[in-house]
C-alpha cells in the first residue's frame, strides 16, 4: 500500500473515530447523544453529581427531565421532556438537592448549582467529611 493509501485509510479510521465518541448507542439501538442530566423542579434546575453517597427520603411529587435533541431528528412526542419522580434526600433541603427516579432504589442525585461549584451540603456528601 503506498504512503497516500496508508494517510488516507488513518484519516478515515480516526475520523469514525471521532463520531463515534460523540453518539453513542443506548440499549435499544438508538442513537443517543451527550445532552446533560437535568431535572426541572419548582423553578429550579438540578444537574447529576457523581460519586455522592446519600439517603433517599420521603416522595415529593413530580419533576421533568427536559428533552435531549442533540443528534437531530427528535420525536415530537419527546418534545416536553419526561415526567419523573422526585424524592428528598436525607438531611437536605429540596432547594439544594433531590434524587430523581422511578423507586427509591434507582434514585439519581441531583442538585441545584451553577458553575462548577457544589454547594457545601453537596460537597460534605462527595468528601465524605
Known amino acids: ?6 494517510s488516507t485509510a488513518l484519516v478515515a479510521a ?16 438508538e442513537e443517543s447523544g451527550s445532552c446533560e442530566y ?3 423542579y419548582q423553578d429550579r434546575t438540578y444537574r447529576d ?3 455522592v453517597e446519600f439517603t433517599v427520603g420521603e416522595k ?3 419533576a421533568t427531565k427536559p428533552p435531549c435533541d442533540d443528534t437531530g431528528g ?3 412526542s419527546e418534545a416536553s421532556g419526561t415526567t419523573e419522580t422526585v424524592y428528598e434526600v436525607d438531611g437536605i433541603s429540596p432547594k439544594v438537592a ?11 442525585f441531583v442538585a441545584a448549582y451553577s458553575g462548577t461549584k457544589l ?10 467529611s
Open 1 to 6: 500500500m503506498s504512503w497516500v493509501g496508508r
Open 14 to 29: 480516526v475520523m469514525v473515530s471521532a463520531v463515534a465518541c460523540t453518539a453513542g448507542s443506548s440499549s435499544d439501538g
Open 38 to 40: 437535568r431535572i426541572l
Open 49 to 51: 453529581v457523581a460519586n
Open 60 to 62: 415529593l411529587g413530580k
Open 74 to 76: 427528535q420525536d415530537v
Open 98 to 108: 433531590i434524587a430523581v427516579g422511578d423507586t427509591p432504589g434507582e434514585a439519581k
Open 119 to 128: 454547594p457545601p451540603e453537596v460537597k460534605k456528601l462527595t468528601d465524605g
